[in-house]
């Protein structure tokens, strides 16, 4: 069981079986949301509980993200279409047990910082 919080604590989520597709987002909004690329875990909706009352806001037709009214830490990721939910592996509270699987959307990273593991990356 892996738990995550926001800074102030007002919202907290359980992952039940931990997370899975542990990937590191390059795209535009996540850079802009995360303040960096933003590292994700993903989880199955019957396997996810939100506790709290984060505020949503809706990126694209396709998804939306959540976040802390509160303090503002960005935690969700979601698309309308899929039944799991990606959650901010920054806001696990302890070791989270998972290793980064791959790089997404790396045609969108910043130009400050190289990718420089060896972990797949894909482009979109
Ligand atoms: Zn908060
Ligand atoms: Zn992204």
């Known amino acids: 069981m892996l738990r995550g919080s926001c800074n102030c604590g007002a919202v907290r989520f359980t992952v039940k079986d931990g997370g899975r597709s542990v990937t590191a987002c390059h795209c535009g909004q996540c850079r802009k949301q995360s303040g960096h690329h933003w590292a ?4 199955p909706d019957r396997n996810f509980h939100i506790e709290g009352d984060p505020r949503w806001y ?3 037709p396709v998804a ?3 976040f802390c009214g509160v303090c503002g830490c960005f935690l969700f990721w979601k698309a309308h279409a899929e039944d799991g939910m990606s959650f ?4 696990i509270d302890g070791p989270t047990g998972l290793r980064l ?3 997404i959307f790396t045609a969108f990273k910043g130009d400050y910082y190289d990718i420089a593991d060896n972990v797949p990356q894909r482009e979109d």
């Open 40 to 43: 994700s875990g993903y989880a």
């Open 58 to 60: 809706h990126t694209s």
């Open 64 to 66: 939306k993200r959540g």
């Open 88 to 91: 901010s592996l920054g806001a």
């Open 101 to 103: 699987q791959k790089h």
